[in-house]
């Protein structure tokens, strides 16, 4: 997904993997079996609503609609009277305002419309709601070494990955929790030698058909740990 290093100033909170019959590819089928123990994510076709609370913002409610077999997703925001839906079907970008298509660049640069915007949305939050299944796609690079970290006050092994260039340039670490090998949140960098980048507290799922969905997410500045976001999933449909 397109989108400093961690932390070893604290070494009592990092190190290596204990158990050295365990690997990281090993540790993620793990991780999927309990997230998706009925293979739902590839037959995913529901839609989530959701909201986002910015540190100084106002909350905003919005819907995504993630069908996986017929390759179409789309995210729906109300604005005032306005209903804005974006989206892509089959690989082709369409969107409304109202129902309609017709409106001009004015109007596109007030609600943020273009493909480029809405390809990203797409990205985001099929990574997001995806993993760790989608950690199996193509040009996916699982380091080798496993490692061990307390994050959100949980003992988890620690998964890093990075992907072959054509495909994306963030840095990424997955944090499982070692009791439930549920995903305890996850760290990406945009320039790992910078420290510029994420990380993101998981704090509780929503089963869907077995599936295990990230209900309430919270998001930190790596820089300097700082939350900046909640993002709550308030139902499925």
């Known amino acids: 997904m397109k989108h400093s290093k961690i932390l070893l100033l604290l070494p009592i909170a990092f190190f290596c993997c204990s158990d050295p019959s365990l690997t990281p590819a090993s540790l993620l089928e793990k991780s999927i079996e309990v997230h998706d123990p009925n293979n739902y994510w590839p037959q995913l076709d529901n839609r989530f609503h959701m909201s986002i609370k910015r540190d ?30 974006q989206g892509v079907r089959h690989g082709e970008y369409y969107v409304s305002i109202n129902g309609s298509s017709n409106f001009n660049d004015e109007i596109k640069t007030k609600f943020q419309l273009s493909e480029e915007r809405t390809q990203y949305l797409k990205e985001v939050y099929e990574y997001l709601y995806g993993v760790p299944m989608k950690l199996k ?12 970290e307390t994050f959100n006050g949980k003992a988890c092994w620690v998964v890093k990955v990075t992907y072959e260039p054509s495909t994306d340039d ?17 760290r990406f960098y945009f320039d790992e030698s910078k420290g510029e980048g994420e990380f993101i507290f998981v704090d509780s799922y929503q089963s869907l058909n077995g599936l ?6 919270k998001w930190h500045w790596n820089k300097d740990s700082t939350h900046f976001r909640t993002d709550e999933l308030l139902k499925i449909e």
């Open 56 to 85: 100084g913002k106002a909350e905003r409610h919005f819907s995504i609609l993630i069908n996986n077999p017929e390759g179409i997703f789309e995210y729906a925001l109300q604005q005032g009277d306005s209903t804005v839906t």
């Open 212 to 217: 295990q969905l990230p209900k309430l997410k």
């Open 137 to 148: 796609d193509p040009g996916t690079i699982i380091a080798p070494v496993l490692n061990e």
């Open 170 to 186: 963030e840095t990424w670490y997955f944090y499982i929790d070692k009791e439930t090998f549920l995903l305890a949140g996850y």
